[in-house]
């Protein structure tokens, strides 16, 4: 069955894993570095490479058989890329310009999640991002449960995490950030057996 459930937001730095069926894992370039530089995941899952200064690549090196190649740069001008992983297997890459001064990665897929069970991310927004005291989850639902909405910090820290009930259809639920310090969050609702990562959100000063 698919569930719609959507996301928006914007810039990011660490990782963030957190377990689901279909979850976005973050990996952040710090100097000549990949942060986390080994991750385990699931397959189904997005790995999101995040830049934060300087000329980088991330480059497939060896990858499992049936998966798909990538190489893309991570600039100031392509701060993030996105890879959804199809195949189980471990997954070498590096920063070209940079592999020879240790700047290498990897990931290793396990499960067998079928790309059709992964959550449409592209009916889900938040606004206003970035926000101040308030924003607004917006997604669509095919169906009506109870659902928990956490938030994490770049570490992976929950800081808050509500219950609120999910109706079919188009719904909008109230994020109350104004207790949260000033920086860059994401946004999990679970429901309906189901989980997501709704992107990154800012929370301005």
Sequence with gaps: MKRNILILISVALLLVTLSAKATIVVITQQDLTFNPATVSVTVGDTIRWVWTAGDHTTTSATIPA?????????????????????????????????????????????????????????????????????????????????????????LGTQVSTIEVPVKYGTNNINLQVSNINPGIYFVELKYANQSAIVRRFVKSR
């Design 66 to 154: 049936g998966a798909a190649a990538w190489d893309s740069p991570l600039t100031s001008t392509t701060r993030e890329f996105d890879y959804v992983v199809t195949v189980e297997g471990t997954y070498n890459y590096v920063c070209t310009p940079h592999a020879l001064a240790g700047m290498v990665g990897s990931f290793t897929a396990t499960g067998t999640l079928g790309i059709g069970d992964r959550i449409d991310m592209s009916s889900v927004k938040i606004y206003p991002n970035p926000a101040k005291d308030r924003a607004v989850l917006v997604f669509s639902a095919d169906e009506a449960s109870i659902g928990h909405l956490s938030i994490y910090d770049l």
